[in-house]
């Protein structure tokens, strides 16, 4: 799966979010200021090209909606960035934000049991 520009990757969270749209409908989620119709337009488009968006027509408008999931997405993008940033350990991984983000006890506790939960 291909990775999101960061502009691509706002325009996935709002169609994620709102399951479907059209381009005025995500304009409206945006915070000030908004971005231009045509710029959402577009990458709207380029999301299309690359598979992860579909649409159906309402006369000369296009309602957009979501071809990958979030969760699809995040684990592909967890992936990458996994074997890209720490050579494909987790383990790496986990004691880097371990030491960086200062987790507590409990955190690291509860992360175990998910964990062995998922190896179930």
């Given amino acids: 799966m291909k990775e999101l520009t960061k502009a691509e990757e706002e325009i996935m969270q709002v169609l994620w979010r709102l399951n479907s749209a059209f381009v005025k409908d995500i304009i409206t989620e945006f915070p000030e200021p908004k ?11 380029i999301l299309q090209k690359k598979g992860f968006v579909g649409h159906k027509a309402h006369g000369q408008s296009h309602k957009y909606h979501p071809l990958v999931t979030k969760e699809d997405y995040t684990k592909s993008f967890m992936k990458g960035f996994v074997k890209k940033y720490f050579s494909g350990s987790y383990q790496q991984m986990v004691s880097f934000f371990t030491k960086e983000d200062n987790l507590s006890l409990s ?3 509860e992360l175990i049991k998910e964990l062995k939960s998922k190896d179930s």
């Fill in 35 to 45: 971005p231009a119709y045509n710029t959402v337009s577009t990458i709207v488009r």
């Fill in 107 to 109: 955190e690291l506790e």
